[in-house]
């Protein structure tokens, strides 16, 4: 990650940084190309035993990074996922907060050269992220991350938290990040889809658990320039979509789906073949 360093963040509470982490990155390099615009490095650094790779956009900025996982990973239960880093000045004492709040530490805190300093935690619901104070770039102390881009072609745009426990998030995450939370819309019997903001900038969201997810998990989304082109380019180049497109709040359209190695992925964008 040292090459990819996102820089020092908007403030605290900013996603500053997405990984994938997939057994083999060549599985899902033509799909992410395909999809999203981004090309993976063809090869990449070395991390204590696990090669590190740069995602780069279209316009030739970072989207983040992929972690090969290793056997040892894989055998104590680390499956393909994305997972993002949340800027934070402290994170010793945010890895106590969360760890006091019923949460678990899995890596960490730790000085990675290049990088910064961070920790991989599992909040108390189980959804995992990473904490990330990061050093900056050489001779740019005032780098700013921009793999986060609200409704931006080619970057993260949404961050959706599925939990067992809306209401503790909310209070957890809103206390070490400065989040706040405005406006919701209802889910039928799902409950309430809560909005969250980072600043004046809507980030994302909080829902209550799906019965067809195992866990409490982040859900992270790709803004695209058609969303009725990504999903063609899903299932023709090794991914499955789950569930149809749906509209949302806004005129935009989602659609999640499942890359070539098995990690969720979701897609946000204009329909532009309804619009022609």
């Known amino acids: 990650m040292a090459e990819g360093n996102p820089g020092t963040g908007s403030d605290r509470g900013a996603f500053i940084w997405y990984e994938l982490a997939v057994p083999d990155p060549a599985l899902v390099r033509d799909f992410y190309h395909q999809v999203a615009g981004w090309t993976i490095d063809p090869a990449g650094e070395d991390h204590d035993g696990a090669e590190y790779r740069m995602i780069r956009r279209a316009d030739g900025g970072f989207a983040g ?10 055998s104590a239960g680390m499956r393909p996922m994305w997972i993002g880093y949340i800027h934070h000045p402290n994170v010793d004492a945010a890895a106590r907060a969360i760890v006091d709040a019923g949460g678990q530490c899995f890596m960490g805190p730790l000085d990675m050269a290049g990088v910064g300093r961070m920790a991989m935690l599992a909040d108390p619901q189980g959804a995992a992220i990473y904490l990330l104070a990061p050093t900056p770039p050489e001779g740019d102390p005032d780098a700013q991350s921009d ?4 409704m931006e072609p080619g970057r993260f745009t949404w961050n959706e938290l599925m939990t067992t426990d809306p209401v503790a998030a909310l209070d957890l995450y809103g206390d070490l990040f400065g989040w706040t939370q405005e406006g919701s819309m209802p889910m039928s019997d799902l409950g309430e889809y809560q909005f969250i903001q980072h600043g004046s900038t809507p980030i994302g969201a909080v829902m209550p658990l799906v019965p067809q997810v195992e866990r409490s998990c982040w859900n992270f989304y790709i803004a695209t320039d058609d969303i009725d082109r990504a999903a063609a380019a899903v299932l023709a180049h090794g991914g499955s979509l789950m569930g149809e497109i749906q509209e949302v709040p806004g005129g935009s359209y989602v659609l999640n789906a499942i890359d070539p190695a ?4 979701g897609l946000v964008g204009p329909r532009k073949e309804q619009d022609a």
């Open 147 to 150: 793999v986060f881009g609200y």
């Open 262 to 265: 098995g990690a969720p992925i």
């Open 65 to 74: 990074g992929v972690l090969t996982l290793t056997a040892q990973m894989s």
